[in-house]
């Protein structure tokens, strides 16, 4: 089965700084992958997404992240974080739909609490 | 409508008691998930819908758990004898049919906290 793996509980960034949060798969193929925002209280909004292409894809809010099939990861970065960045960062992956897998549902990491300092 | 819409947003249950959760997707996505999410925790898959189809509940963590989607439209999470365990935020999430592509859209949820 695939696996997320988010290796910051938490992150706490300075306002301006840049920014980079970790995620690595575990997944014989290369899946759809993902980052969702999850502010307090609200649902999950979708950042970006990889399902081929250019590995460096380009997200709302100014994110960006860069799929590296070597190391099975999908790093998410912001070069200049801003104090309505915090929230809860997650990471998904999902299997296309050619694998035979199961479900068309995602598998989430277990999430990444930015902080920022003024 | 415009959004993935979820009701209630709040929910306190007395152990034991029966529960049922709402969920009214984007108009016209065939896709529709539910997710359980527990404190700390990210999202993890409960059930899957395509239209009124139920093609995985493999996620659902008991027999207690139970989903429909009569219609194809609006879909129903209901527990039965609730448990301290059930606690958590459960999620509604939505898509065409290439969701797999276009990802995801997810309600704000429903917070079911079981005293």
């Known amino acids: 089965a695939q696996s997320v793996t988010q290796p910051d509980i938490h992150i706490t960034v300075s306002e301006g700084a840049s920014l980079e949060l970790r995620c690595n798969y575990s997944y014989g193929a290369t899946p759809y992958l993902f980052w969702y925002v999850q502010s307090p209280g609200q649902g999950l909004q979708l950042l970006l997404k990889y399902f081929s292409g250019d590995t460096l894809v380009q997200g709302i809010k100014g994110f960006e992240a860069e799929f590296k099939r070597s190391q099975s990861s999908f790093n998410l970065r912001k070069p200049s974080v801003h104090w309505s960045d915090a929230a809860e960062y997650f990471c998904?992956?999902?299997?296309?739909?050619?694998?035979?897998?199961?479900?068309?549902?995602?598998?989430f990491g277990k999430g990444t609490h930015l902080i920022i300092q003024p | 409508g415009a959004g993935v819409s979820q009701s209630p947003r709040y929910k306190v249950a007395k152990r034991g008691q029966d529960v049922a959760l709402r969920c009214d997707p984007i108009?016209?996505?065939?896709?529709l998930f539910w997710y359980q999410q527990a404190l700390g925790q990210g999202p993890e898959f409960l059930t899957y819908f395509q239209n009124e189809a139920q093609l995985d509940k493999s996620g659902l963590p008991s027999d207690r758990f139970f989903a429909e989607r009569p219609e194809g439209s609006v879909s129903t999470l209901k527990i039965q004898r609730t448990q301290q365990e059930d606690s958590a935020v459960y999620l509604c999430?939505?898509?065409?049919?290439?969701?797999?592509?276009?990802?995801?859209?997810f309600g704000s949820g429903t917070r079911l906290t079981v005293v």
């Open positions: 999430a939505s898509s065409s049919y290439r969701g797999q592509v276009e990802g995801y859209t």
């Open positions: 108009s016209g996505h065939v896709s």
């Open positions: 998904a992956v999902g299997l296309p739909r050619d694998s035979g897998g199961g479900a068309d549902g995602l598998t």
